[in-house]
């Protein structure tokens, strides 16, 4: 996972053998590389130079420890796994984010978890605004013997998820996983929309949607701050997957979606196969994102 931030904070070691201020400015100048943020990115570097002056380190390595334990430290509040509740049949899942995140795939890969776990679904082709997420999804479906619910392009997206909730109620389905769109003509179109779509359940079930997952690409770095920041003012996001963090993403936004939400991340995608959408660990991140911190 993030192995770009691996790449610069890994061989910063091995150049910078000296417990100095050298270090400290490479390490900053990392962590900023990868997206981690100004903000969390000054927090890290302050403190790691306030315990550097009070000479807690003995050398570089004790502080490449010291740092790999105040990065797991952002993360381990938000590394919080997704619990369907067997209680809420079915348990709704209404899933966000911009066009080109890899929102529907994430669906099929989580559709494919669920099954494999022996739940029963259903999906609910909630972006109508383009006809291939729908394709997509129905194809899915079809592969793998999982009911689709789909009204034609241009529907309306709070029907569609209105008739997924009462055909996976009447069944009693354990899960539903609602698409809804990453674009319209106006944003604010957008986020009226997913705003009526959770109204719209609620309707049917008071306490649905049970989760409003949203899909961050890990690549896009700070800009994944304001997507999340509307979105959340629109839908009141529970839970975050952060997708493309295969080698080539920076990754680091990461720690900055959990300094400024707190919004827990419940999935990392590392890769195309349904495997590679893996629970969220704070500690596997970090250590690979500091390969050379395992031996440490």
């Known amino acids: 996972m993030g192995s770009g931030i691996a790449r610069g904070l ?22 900023l590389t990868a997206d981690v943020g100004v903000t969390a990115t000054t927090g890290l570097v302050e403190s790691l130079r306030r315990r550097m002056k009070a000479r807690e380190f003995a050398d570089a390595a004790a502080l490449r420890t010291a740092l790999r334990g105040e990065l797991v430290a952002i993360l381990e509040p938000v590394a919080r796994p997704l619990v369907i509740d067997p209680a809420a049949k079915p348990f709704v899942i209404l899933t966000v984010g911009v066009n080109g995140v890899g929102k529907t795939t994430t669906i099929g890969k989580l559709a ?16 109508t605004f383009r006809a291939a997420a729908v394709a997509q999804l129905q194809a899915w479906g079809e592969r793998n013997g999982v009911a689709v619910v789909a009204q034609g392009q241009d529907a309306d997206a709070a029907s569609v998820a209105f008739d997924a909730l009462q055909a996976a109620r009447a069944r009693g389905t354990d899960v539903l996983i609602a698409d809804t769109a990453g674009r319209l003509h106006t944003q604010q179109g957008l986020m009226a929309e997913l705003s009526k779509i959770k109204r719209v359940l609620g309707k049917l079930d008071g306490s649905a949607p049970h989760e409003v997952l949203m899909v961050i690409d890990g690549t896009t770095g700070q800009n994944a701050l304001s997507q999340l920041r509307h979105f ?3 839908a009141d996001v529970t839970g975050l997957v952060v997708t ?7 990754g680091g936004v990461v720690f900055a979606l959990a300094r400024e939400f707190g919004i827990p991340i419940r999935f990392a995608g590392i ?26």
């Open 10 to 31: 890994g061989g910063l070691f091995a150049r910078n053998p000296r417990l100095d201020d050298d270090l400290l400015d490479a390490i900053e100048t990392a962590l």
């Open 232 to 234: 959340h003012q629109a």
């Open 271 to 296: 890769g195309e196969r349904p495997e590679d959408l893996r629970v969220f660990d704070a500690e596997a991140f970090v250590d690979a994102l500091l390969p050379e911190a395992l031996g440490a």
């Open 112 to 127: 494919r978890r669920f099954k494999d776990e022996g739940k029963s679904l259903m999906l609910a082709a909630g972006d």
């Open 244 to 250: 493309k963090l295969d080698g080539t993403a920076k």
